[in-house]
């Protein structure tokens, strides 16, 4: 164990200096489960969606760490995170692989911290600094980071991990493609992106947006895994909000090797079906879109 520049106690796994083989990533978004057997959309079983990903999962050798970027609980409570930990972490400690939590919109704070810690700080994997940053704003939907937050993130930067920084963040830096979480974005990304790109940032990762999607911001990869609870249409439309049932993953391999030139990360994104994979959950009119938008956007909430 060793503690950040906060005296936050982190855990660190090391190995051979000699292993230059790329930290192995398994990226886990949006699990939304909840304490109870409530199906969410009264339709998914959301434990069993993250049961299948895991099972699908674990045909993938050396993973080194699990990330799951938020919308963790759909209900926030103690129970719920505490069967995520029962699903994820026995699976975890099987791979020989580090688990890193971050809160999503969905996320309560008081239930997230009771069973899974700090929403704000850092493990190190095989030199890389994986940093979680907290992106929620209570009761929105929306995302911002506190300035506070973003200085924090630049003091902890100013040191240069051994083999770069990896930051997981519930908003993706980078645009939506539907109209409802277009509304529900990251607030001010350019703040986010210019501290990262200031450090030894190598790739960003996210949810929030239940599809895969892989963007350039700033120079730095920005990762969206699929969501587990369901799938975006990212072809829905216009002015329309669509989902089905699916669920899914992404593998980030990031090169160690050569640093600082390693190469940026492949990213294989890998689907887990269910029986009722392409089931419509919900398909949202722009009128019922803005409807939302106006209750959990920013509007003149945000600050300037």
């Known amino acids: 164990m060793s503690e950040t520049t906060t005296g936050e106690r982190v855990s660190e796994t090391t190995t051979s200096e000699h292993d230059e083989r790329p930290l192995r990533i398994l990226h886990l978004s949006d699990t939304h489960l909840f304490g109870d057997d409530t199906l969410h959309y009264g339709m998914v079983d959301t434990a069993a969606a993250l049961g299948r990903v895991l099972a699908r999962a674990s045909e993938i050798e050396g993973v080194d760490v699990v990330v799951l970027s938020g919308d963790l609980s759909d209900d926030g409570s103690a129970a719920s995170y505490e069967k995520l930990r029962e699903l994820v972490e026995p699976w975890a400690a099987a791979h020989g692989a580090s688990v890193v939590y971050a809160m999503g919109n969905h996320d309560l704070r008081a239930g997230f911290e009771a069973v899974l810690g700090d929403r704000v700080g850092v493990t190190t994997v095989r030199g890389v600094r994986v940093v979680r940053l907290d992106s929620s704003v209570p009761a929105y939907g929306y995302g911002e ?14 040191t240069p991990a051994q083999r770069g920084t990896v930051v997981v963040v519930h908003h993706p830096p980078t645009a939506a493609s539907s109209p409802l979480l277009r509304a529900l974005e990251l607030q001010r990304p350019e703040e986010l992106l210019a501290a990262c ?16 999607l892989v963007a350039t911001e700033a120079g730095l990869p ?74 959990a956007g920013p509007g003149p909430r945000a600050r300037l």
């Open 145 to 158: 980071i506190e300035a506070s937050q973003l200085e924090w993130l630049r003091r902890e930067l100013a």
């Open 197 to 212: 790109s200031a450090g030894d940032v190598r790739l960003v990762l996210s949810g929030h947006y239940h599809h895969p």
């Open 222 to 295: 920005v990762i969206v895994a699929p969501g587990i609870t369901n799938t975006t249409d990212a072809l829905a439309p216009s002015g329309r909000e669509r989902a089905t049932i699916g669920a899914g993953f992404a593998v980030v391999d990031l090169p160690v090797r050569g640093l600082p030139a390693a190469g940026l990360p492949r990213v294989t994104f890998v689907p887990a079906p269910g029986p009722d994979d392409g089931t419509e959950l919900f398909d949202l009119t722009p009128d019922e879109v803005e409807h939302i938008a106006r209750a």
